[in-house]
């Protein structure tokens, strides 16, 4: 009984370990690429936060390209009148990871 106990309790720590890793991962790469001047995990700062994005798609099968693209050709409108910049010099292969892990925030 007391060990099922603690596995349970090793599981749960695991997989909270696991996804803070994640999302540091997931923060470094936004950092690297220059996201963080604009956005914040979860607080609007001159976008929405991702946390905010990551709600706002959830379960919509078309995020994923529709963002990508946004991203990459930059644009205004759904969020308010603030542009997002472009970043044409971003390959759609560095961008669609960070837009699969914005997503995929709880
Ligand atoms: C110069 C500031 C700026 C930078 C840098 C920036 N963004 Fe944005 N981003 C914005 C603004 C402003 C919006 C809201 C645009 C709108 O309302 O349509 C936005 C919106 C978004 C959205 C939601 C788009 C939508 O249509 O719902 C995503 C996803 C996003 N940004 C990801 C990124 C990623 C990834 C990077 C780094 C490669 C990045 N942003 C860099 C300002 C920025």
New binding site residues.
């Given amino acids: 009984m007391i060990h099922k106990l603690f596995s349970v309790l090793l599981l749960v720590g695991f997989l909270g370990i696991g996804s803070a890793v994640n999302a540091q991962e997931l923060q470094a790469s ?1 950092a690297a ?3 963080v ?3 914040k995990m979860d607080a609007p700062l ?3 936060s ?1 946390k905010q ?1 990551a709600d ?2 959830r379960g919509d099968s078309a995020a994923p390209a ?2 990508l693209s ?2 990459k050709q930059g ?11 472009p ?1 044409a010099h ?1 390959s759609e292969e560095q ?1 669609q990871p ?2 699969d892990g ?1 997503l995929a925030i709880e």
Wanted: charged share 5%; net charge positive; glycine share 14%.
């Fill in positions: 936004l690429v220059g996201c001047a604009c956005h001159v976008g929405p991702y994005v706002k798609y529709l963002l946004k991203v644009g205004s409108g759904t969020w308010g009148p603030i542009p997002m910049a970043h971003l961008i960070l837009i914005i």
